[in-house]
């Protein structure tokens, strides 16, 4: 008698089989999805990918992006890619998946960019932690890419935003994770976990105060009519992941995965050399939308992260995993 994982295995092969017999004619062409509108800078850096590769192999291979969501939200595309039926993305991972994922979101894990890079570096304990979560869906990770550090945007005055001991009396819409929820009722604020697209509706209307779980771009992109001032605060550290579907990976040529390999570690190190000034860049635009950028100390960032070490890393490494998550974040203690 099969086992469920026998039938998941089977299934998995067979959808992935069926898919690429179905272009078996265009086999040198990779569906790769992405979050964001076209001409933004994840939307630049895929079709600079693409051109890489089809330049690295006589046009050989290639890939078809779409952009904002097209092929469902990231969560759907995940298990996709998963499964066979979408080629690559570039996305936040998904902890609907694995909540294992959520160690990628623990609030001040990194507190600024040297840390960052130096924690989602190949061959990292981070990293390589994360590689293995993707693994497990049958999953390759290409390469990382750094969006932002998160903060916070405020349609009404608030006094005392950078001191998390106070009590702000300011509502904030936060994602509906438990990590955004406790970092915003632990630092004065009160959390009111939305969905997305209920979002702007509700600061508009005055429901929140403002919004946490974004960084400058996106609410610049979402958000600046209703933001009149904006915390850069480090909140989270914002990581998106170039993946693949590993069986699709393995059936490329010896030629086209190296192609492959070195065109996604260009597309990471070109990242992390232009996403601070990118995220700068954001923070002005906020600014002459007519937000004004509070000012933030590297103390005042140190207590909102003491904050978060000590009152709520604990309940989400009970949620993930004590000794699992223990080990993993042990680097950053």
């Known amino acids: 008698m ?24 265009a086999a040198d062409t990779l569906k790769i999805s992405h979050v964001r509108p076209q001409g933004t800078a994840i939307d630049l850096d895929v079709q600079r990918l693409s051109d890489a590769l089809k330049a690295a192999t006589d046009g050989e291979l290639k890939l078809k992006i779409y952009p904002a969501n097209a092929l469902g939200d990231y969560t759907v595309v995940q298990e996709r890619v998963g499964l066979g039926a979408i080629d690559m993305a570039v996305q936040p991972p998904s902890s609907t998946a694995d909540k294992r994922f ?63 001991s106070d009590g702000k009396g300011a509502k904030l819409r936060v994602p509906p994770m438990k990590s955004f929820q406790m970092l915003a009722d632990n630092t004065g604020f009160i959390g009111a976990p939305l969905p997305f697209s209920e979002a702007f509706t509700a600061v508009q ?24 001032s904006y915390v850069p605060l480090n909140t989270h550290f914002e990581v998106w992941f170039l993946q693949i579907n590993a069986e699709r990976y393995a059936s490329l040529d010896e030629d086209e ?47 909102y992260a003491d904050v978060a070490r000590e009152q709520i890393w604990p309940e989400i490494m009970k949620d993930i995993g004590q000794d699992w998550a223990e080990q993993v974040l042990a680097q950053f203690k």
């Not at 929140?208 to 609410?219: K, L, R």
């Not at 990242?271 to 000012?295: C, F, H, M, N, P």
């Open 2 to 25: 099969k086992t469920r994982t026998q039938y998941t295995t089977l299934a998995k092969s067979l959808l992935l089989s069926l898919t690429l017999a179905g272009t078996a004619a």
């Open 102 to 164: 959520q160690v990628i979101y623990m609030p001040y894990m990194v507190k600024n960019w040297d840390d960052a890079r130096t924690a989602y570096a190949p061959g990292s304990t981070l990293r390589n932690t994360i590689d293995e979560l993707y693994r497990e869906q049958d999953i390759k990770v290409l390469a990382a890419w750094p969006v932002y550090f998160g903060g916070i945007a405020l349609n009404k005055e608030v006094a005392n935003v950078t001191d998390p």
């Open 205 to 228: 209307t005055g429901v929140v105060d403002g919004v946490m779980g974004s960084g400058a771009e996106g609410y610049y992109a979402s958000f600046r009519d209703v933001t009149k």
């Open 257 to 303: 995965r190296s192609a492959l390999d070195q065109a996604a570690q260009d597309f990471e190190r070109r990242r992390w050399e232009s996403a601070r000034a990118d995220q700068a860049a954001y923070e002005q635009r906020l600014a002459d939308a007519g937000a004004t950028i509070v000012e933030v100390t590297d103390a005042d960032i140190q207590a």
